[in-house]
């Protein structure tokens, strides 16, 4: 069977890392089968349906890496290629449920009631065979015994959920149903849409919630909700999507740290936990730091232009190679892209702004002396480079009859704004000789 899977977010204004997580799952899927992963954006309700809303859901799952495998053809003059798709939207599909609407009808399985139309809903219970909860029986509820039909069309015209939803899974031939286990109480309304229509319904695979670290459901002001809020810490996608996979999914022998290509090959429905995942920042935080650890050079210094260029510095005022370089000094050095600002700022501004209290405590006239005099020898280097400036800073040190430390200490608060910071002579490199004569020009 040629598996095809899709994600169908609503435009909510707000991609929840439970969503992000279901469509992680699908699409781990489709590429463990080698299936079509699909995204259909569910905007049916017009009021919540902007370009905004579902900008976050794309940027969302470009910035997962989660990429969707057909669409409408884009209005690329060159036609569409991979990635270039865009989703299927349900505000444009409204001839499609037309059409449904009258087919139930055509087969006495719907019907207008009070400028509505209703479903004949299945009067027998329905047993949900689902992938990852088992077999799930649903009987009637006690108000659904009295009239277990229910709206298909709004007075109004507008298609519900439940109709629009299964309209499309059969349209675009999906064969699996991954989503949240929320979506449990829905599932036997949809079985018998799908049977009212004549076909099989496709395999379900209701994946447990997301938990606060206490219990609790996680709202959308809970941290960690949004999967903004990871962008703007500055964690690394590849430590998110790994982070994500643990939520509700557990390769064998306890292994957490996972490269994506090993997860795609392991990952398999059978495999997803029944029970709740429970949200856990330390881990999440702990996996940041091993990704960054781990992570290439280039990759590093990508996702740190971004962080950067997100904390506002004007990266692209600077030649590449001497953002390159600057970045090459942090490598190893931070846990997290966010901390990126504070660490590395001020190879990107004009001024450094150093702590009051700090200035107070190292600039002593002393230290502005020594200094002063680090500086002549700095002006006088035929090379401003980091074997040079080492050499100069030393020579200097012997002169004054000092150790390196309270030389260092003043020259790298007042070039860089910190008491810590990348490696001193190289930054002084990087920096370059205007600059670091500049910023020793202590007053
Ligand atoms: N639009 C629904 C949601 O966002 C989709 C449910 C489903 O995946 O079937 O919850």
Partial sequence: MNV?????????????????????????????????????????????????????????????GLDWDEGPASNNPAGPSKGDYGPYFQSQRGEMYKKRVQELKDKGMAYESEGAVKFKMDRNPIVIPDLVVGDVRRELTDREQVDPDFVIIRSDGQPVFHFVNVVDDLDMRITHVIRGEDHLTNTAKHIALFRAFGVEPPKYAHIPLILNPDGSKMSKRDTGASLQSYMDDGSAPEAVVNYLCLLGWSPKENREKLPLEEIVKLFDLPQVLRHNARFDLDKMKWLDGEYLREMNDDRFRELGAQALRRAGFALDKYPADYVKAALTTCKGKIKRFGELGAYAGFYFSDEVKIDPAL?????????????????????????????????????????????AGPLVHPTRLACT???????????????GRDKVLQRLDIH
């Fill in 4 to 64: 095809r899977v899709r994600f169908a977010p609503s435009p909510t204004g707000f991609l929840h890392i439970g969503g992000a997580r279901t469509a992680l799952f699908n699409w781990l899927y489709a590429r463990h089968t080698g299936g079509t992963f699909v995204l259909r954006i569910e905007d049916t309700d017009a009021a919540r349906n902007t370009q905004e809303a579902t900008d976050v859901i794309l940027h969302g799952l470009r910035w997962l």
């Fill in 359 to 403: 200035a107070e405590k190292e600039f002593t006239d002393e230290a502005k002396a020594r200094v002063k005099k680090l500086r002549a020898a700095f002006e006088q280097l035929p090379q401003f480079v980091a074997a040079e400036l080492e050499k100069a800073l030393k020579a200097t040190a012997a002169e004054l009859g000092i150790k």
């Fill in 417 to 431: 704004g910190a008491a810590a910071g990348p490696s001193l002579y190289h930054l002084l490199e990087i920096l």
